[in-house]
């Protein structure tokens, strides 16, 4: 058995672990990007206004030799996302401290902040021209006059898979500061039309071309992108790929003769393997498979003459890469047990900056060398904690029903005793291809931390599917989803309870998306838990395909539709067994959730009243998929810390 331990920073003997508020308001890093000239590295700082119920973010500034921070950005509102030019003269940034998302700049000492432009409606995706004169920016259309006219004279309507806002490039001319009037910059459309919209993009090496990907339609259930290459002075569009599944990510090679890009390589399933890498040539052609040497998703940050750089997972660990474009040769670039994101490179290639952590805590900010590397540490996020008892992780191996191995993140009071039974509550990470990490996260819908400070034990499952194992470990659930998983989360239990420090008769789940359908599976296909929470997960895969805003996902993952093959709906599907179902159940769910739409949880609600099983159902008003308001989140946090006190301590719960 494989045992990798980490730990957080050390605390006080008798500090406690922090509240739901306490875990929300903790300062966190937001991005981070080194200065072409490696001088500075400008990072995101996000934060809790719990006076105006929402998440902001501000800029600062790290100087790289002395490591000297200061806050760059100041006010309400968010300053996010911010892009060097290529002298490292200035930043552009994105705020919307003025309604709306628009494009500011300032320079990296310090001073006011100037608006760039004042365009019609918010910016996405923005990035410099190579020579700094311009920057690329993507936008969704306003709403037509033909619009306007219709809702005066029928109302306010939706025409489902007809009314489409599309997403189209524009450039802004960027002059000297001392010549900047505020808000005055006039854009310059780039793409037109309702023939496609916009996706990711890059500006070739020489700022002549633009090489994106673009969906005919801007629907998650439609054909995916194709990728596109326009040329900036005649706007002349061509596509240079199109096949059958998504080609994304595009990368200009150094000499902007090739683009390296994300493809399924026309493969009809590709939603749970790897994606493949290709290049191709700016003016179209037969793609060329990179054989890449790595069995996980690479994800394409920069094409250079050392190499092409891309970051991936290894098991529970994140790292940067480097591949040889033409062997496949892949070479890591960070050290064992990693967990680094967030990578920018200098123009000279010599420094790099990132974020993540090498010990389990909170991520920080970063700069080193690329070779060798010796990173140095920027922030001090981790020092927020100093006041807290955090538990302790480490990733732990045990064999599924049908012998596959898993791991898992365990999480253990500081001073566990193996000689002791503890309760086990089990935390299920969504995705399918998401992936827990022995690393610490601020609380937030569940609470770990008040969970392992009252006296448990919490397990965290990488099970089948999760993304850094690999494309077969990640198609082992495909027409097997829930009943493979659950097998991984009850072997991973029963694992524990050999071990003789899980106390059987207190155990819980819970889990959020495909977290919370794997607990909604084991809700009603077995006895084995005291307490379930269901977190914006699916009950029945009929109504999740008919509702959601994704119907090919479960067109891939059960290779089938529910006119097609029924019997792998059926077998799938909490709702299928709900008469067996025992266990008391908590649902939680965003009252306009597109991607799991609640009709999953009010039909599993009424199926446990119905066969008279307890159940709880919160619903959280303005909400999609995820919740992403202080207040709100701090609510789904005490609501299981309350459901799983009832049933797994047998506390009652306060009157409210």
Do not use: C
Not at 35 to 42: E, H, K, L, N, T
Not at 595 to 602: D, E, K, S, T
């Amino acid at each position: 058995m494989k045992y990798a331990a980490w730990f957080v920073t050390a605390v006080s003997l008798f500090a406690q672990a922090p509240t739901a508020e306490q875990s929300i308001s903790l300062r966190r890093q937001a991005g981070a990007v080194i200065s072409p000239d490696g001088r500075f590295v400008a990072y995101g700082v996000r934060k809790a206004n719990w006076e105006d119920n929402s998440f902001e973010t501000e800029i600062w500034i790290a100087d790289s030799a002395t490591g000297k921070r200061y806050r760059l950005t100041g006010g309400k509102k968010s300053s996010e996302d911010p892009v060097w030019a290529p002298d490292s003269s200035r930043l552009a940034f994105a705020s919307d401290r003025e309604g709306k998302r628009q494009l500011y700049l300032i320079a990296p000492t310090g001073g006011e902040a100037v608006q760039l432009l004042s365009h019609e409606t918010t910016i996405n995706r923005f990035e410099w021209s190579p020579d700094g004169k311009w920057i690329y920016f993507t936008a969704s259309d306003a709403e037509p006059k033909t619009m306007k006219d219709r809702k005066e004279k029928y109302g306010d309507y939706q025409l489902v898979s007809g009314d489409y806002t599309r997403t189209h490039l524009w450039r802004v001319p960027v002059p000297a500061m001392d010549d900047l009037a505020p808000g005055k910059a006039k854009a310059e459309r780039l793409t037109e039309g309702d023939a496609l919209s916009v996706q990711a993009f890059a500006v070739s090496p020489d700022g002549s071309r633009i090489a994106f990907s673009g969906q005919q339609v801007p629907d998650l259930s439609a054909e995916p992108s194709d990728l596109y290459v326009l040329s900036v002075g005649d706007k002349m569009l061509k596509k240079v790929v199109e096949q059958r599944g998504p080609d994304s990510n595009p990368v200009w090679s150094p000499d902007g003769t090739r683009i390296a890009f994300s493809t399924a390589n026309g493969e009809e399933y590709y939603y749970y393997k790897n994606n493949r890498i290709a290049t191709v040539s700016p003016e179209g052609g037969k793609p060329s498979l990179i054989p890449l040497k790595f069995d996980e998703n690479a994800n394409l940050l920069k094409w250079t003459p050392d190499g092409l750089y891309f970051t991936g997972f290894e098991k529970t660990y994140a790292h940067l890469f480097r591949a040889n474009p033409e062997t496949g040769a892949v070479e890591r670039v960070t050290p064992d047990r990693s967990l680094l994101y967030d990578f920018t490179l200098t123009k000279d290639r010599q420094w790099i900056s990132f974020a993540g952590s090498f010990d389990g805590s909170l991520p920080e900010v970063w700069v080193s060398r690329l070779k060798p590397f010796e990173p140095r540490k920027l922030t001090n996020f981790a020092d927020q904690l100093k006041d807290f008892k955090i538990a302790s992780r480490e990733v732990i191996e045990w064999k599924s029903t049908d012998g596959t191995p898993i791991e898992g993140v365990l999480v253990k009071p500081r001073d566990f005793d193996p000689s002791k039974k503890y309760p086990l509550l089990v935390v299920i990470h969504g995705g399918p291809t998401g992936i827990d990490m022995p690393q610490f996260q601020p609380d937030a819908y569940y609470p770990i931390e008040r969970f392992v400070a009252k006296g448990a034990l919490v397990l965290r499952p990488n099970y089948r599917g999760s993304a850094g194992y690999g494309e077969k470990f990640r198609s082992l659930n495909v027409r097997n989803l829930g009943v493979g998983d659950a097998w991984d989360v009850l072997s991973g239990v029963d694992h524990l309870i050999a071990k003789g420090y899980v106390d059987k008769e207190r155990v819980g789940a819970m889990g959020w998306s495909q977290g919370g359908y794997i607990s909604a599976y084991l809700t009603t296909t077995t006895a084995r838990f005291k307490a379930i929470s269901v977190g914006a997960g699916i009950s029945n895969w009929m109504t999740y395909y008919v509702n959601t805003d994704i119907h090919p996902f479960t067109r891939q993952y059960l290779k089938a539709t529910p006119w097609d093959d029924p019997e792998i709906y059926r077998k799938t599907s909490p709702m299928s067994f709900i008469k067996g179902a025992k266990t008391p159940t908590l649902i939680q769910h965003g009252e306009f959730d597109r991607r799991v739409p609640i009709p999953n949880a009010y039909e599993l609600l009424q199926g446990l009243v119905d066969v008279g099983v307890p159940a709880k159902m919160y619903v959280y008003k303005g909400f999609g998929h995820g919740i992403t308001k202080p207040r709100e989140l701090r609510a789904v946090a005490d609501h299981n810390y309350e459901w799983f006190a009832e049933y797994i301590w047998n506390e009652k719960p306060a009157a409210k």
